[in-house]
């Protein structure tokens, strides 16, 4: 048993550093060792796209009964109107359109600072030689083989460009020529202190038919991670869909590659998003109205997710509407809740969402009193402590058990050293005439852990930790702490709380019951060392978290292993 155990142990260990190496090489500008990832490849430009490769086709049999061209065909007409990037700003983004089609290419957060340089808003959409990351709407459809309006169009500009004081609304209306006997009006209407925007869009029949268009509206992205994510932790990058039906479902680029997309292609509720860490992009229709979603490969690392809905029975004279909210912001769980149903869920949790939201919801209490997100952070651990006090009790009562007998477990250990079955079975009597659990300290560890991992992933993607200060050098609890500066060469950040955490984790481990077996007694300690390393890269909210979660360990086992009347002592390594 020891001998398969041992085995297993020296595999983990093995594979972590493997996985570990992998890592540090990424995160150095190197390619992995033994997992080498796929380069990044560069997107090209939306606006560079030919019209049938970046513009949707519908494919359901509803669409098809609509009446109109699903792939657009011969372009649209070319009409004598400037190409012009108009630049808008109002109290909390900075946002540029593109004059083709109407489009959003480059969304700014004035109260988000970038990653890299603090002195520089955040970008998020952006079209750029190092980013393509667009919002696009238009219509699907032609009149005699012509293309009706689409996000390629040239489109004519008017409204204001900024927010003047005292001004709660800023509309921005983009109009397209007559093409066909049709015209495509949209209006985007920003608002103060909001990150959604509402846009209405306008189909005008001028002819003499009716006609039943399409209105798609769509993100798209080039496949690339966002600049300066972690190699240490990963965070979801790429499209996402909510329906009543499948609800929040994620969407990889290499299943759009493979064209293995399992969605919900039909649905009168939901939405469409692209998600990255903190921060993300949707499209929204109204409750009931029917469309169908999609997310597809448009050009060579360039992908985009959707939505398709008709616009049926535009008769000569006559105009319909469509209204639809774009959002793009960061992902503050309160204001996503409140626009609509399940976009919170933006803020990726992953598989503890449901232990996840409460500790946030409980987080932010927190944080409402003390209005610091350090403290709160601190405070949160401590009330956790708290709830599960009596589990650890047991958990260190147990521990402290096992090191008051350790002296007589290592003493037959070593006059049984050459007989491993009567080893096994005089180990197995001390723990029954001492009343003793070896597995007594696990079980109520075990149950918390759950917790704790949904702790790990509420810190990991809240973003009100961008650029909160918590106390001295730390002004940043998303960044990694850099009291000490970088180490040449390698760029691995050297600051106080990454050494803090390491010491009490050591300390922790020197405070437990050394394993009988040798082996396992220096993995206890080897893995703490190894593992301390990636939190030099973590961001140090969470390295607060493990810090304040140890301290509070160390003082309970402190206690209960006095009053058991077990000293507490040291257990050094020793290593040969």
């Known amino acids: 048993m020891n001998d398969i155990r041992r085995t297993i142990l020296w595999v983990v260990f093995g594979f972590s550093l493997v996985l570990l190496w992998d890592q540090w090489q990424i995160h150095n500008g190197q390619k992995a060792t033994f997992f080498p990832q796929p380069a990044v490849k560069t997107a090209a430009a939306p606006g560079a796209l030919p019209a049938d490769a970046s513009v949707p ?19 649209s007409p070319a009409v004598a109107v400037p190409r012009e990037r108009i630049e808008v700003s109002t109290d909390v983004l900075k946002l540029t359109f593109d004059s083709e089609g109407g489009s959003l290419v480059r969304s700014e957060f004035s109260q988000h600072s970038d990653m890299a340089d603090h002195s520089k808003p955040f970008v998020l959409l952006d079209e750029s030689r190092e980013r393509v990351y667009v919002a696009q709407t238009g219509l699907i459809g032609g009149v005699n083989g012509v293309a009706l309006a689409n996000h390629k169009t040239p489109m004519t500009f008017s409204g204001e460009r900024s927010l003047k004081d ?51 509206v769509q993100l798209v992205r080039d496949g690339n991670k966002p600049a300066g994510e972690s190699s240490f932790y990963s965070t979801f990058t790429g499209p996402a869909i909510y329906t009543e039906a ?64 008709p616009i049926k029975d535009v008769a000569p004279g006559q105009s319909k509407s469509v209204e639809a909210t774009l959002y793009t912001g960061p992902q503050e769980e309160k204001k996503l809740e409140a626009l609509a149903t399940g976009l919170d869920l933006l803020k990726d949790y992953g598989w503890l969402a449901i232990l996840a939201k409460p500790l946030f919801w409980l987080l932010d209490k927190l944080f409402g009193l003390l209005n610091n997100w350090g403290w709160s952070i601190m405070a949160l651990v401590l009330l956790l402590k708290i709830a599960f006090y009596w589990l650890n009790a047991k958990a260190y009562a147990s521990m402290a058990k096992m090191k008051a007998i350790n002296p007589r477990i290592m003493d037959m250990r070593e006059r049984l050293k050459d007989n ?52 001295g050098w730390i002004h940043d609890l998303s960044a990694p702490d850099t009291l000490f500066g970088t180490i040449p060469g390698i760029n691995l950040p050297i600051g106080l709380l990454p050494i803090l955490m390491t010491l009490t984790t050591l300390l922790q481990t020197a405070l437990n019951p050394a394993p009988p077996d040798p082996m396992q007694a220096k993995m206890m300690w080897i893995m703490p060392l190894l593992f301390s390393v990636m939190f030099f890269a973590f961001p140090s909210g969470l390295v607060l978290y493990w810090i304040t979660n140890n301290i ?25």
Request: charged share 20%; hydrophobic share 40%.
């Open 246 to 309: 499948k609800k929040y479902h994620k969407v990889e680029f290499s299943d759009i590659e493979k064209n293995k997309v399992d969605i919900d292609k039909t649905a009168d509720k939901g939405y469409v998003a692209m998600v990255q860490h903190y921060f993300a992009s949707a499209w929204l229709l109204a409750d009931g109205v029917a469309r169908e979603n999609f997310a597809r490969k448009v050009d060579t690392n360039l992908y985009a997710v959707g939505m398709i809905t």
């Open 57 to 75: 086709t519908a494919s359901t049999p509803a669409a098809a009964a609509a009446g109109v061209n699903q792939v657009p065909g011969t372009p």
């Open 166 to 216: 005292g001004q709660d609304n800023l509309n921005l209306r983009f109009e397209s020529a007559d093409i066909g006997g049709v015209k495509l009006v949209k209006t985007y209407t920003l608002q103060r202190g909001s990150y959604a925007i509402s846009v209405k869009h306008e189909v005008i029949n001028t002819g003499s038919a009716a006609v039943s268009p399409q209105l798609y």
């Open 420 to 471: 491993p079955q009567q080893m096994q079975q005089e180990m197995m009597k001390i723990y029954r005439e001492e009343k003793v659990n070896p597995m007594g300290g696990c079980f109520p560890i075990m149950v918390q852990i759950p917790v704790f991992i949904a702790l790990y992933w509420v810190l990991l993607s809240t973003v009100e930790m961008r650029n909160a200060p918590w106390v």
């Open 552 to 576: 509070l360990s160390i003082a309970q086992q402190w206690v209960i292993n006095t009053r058991m009347g077990v000293p507490p002592q040291f257990n050094l390594p020793k290593f040969k």
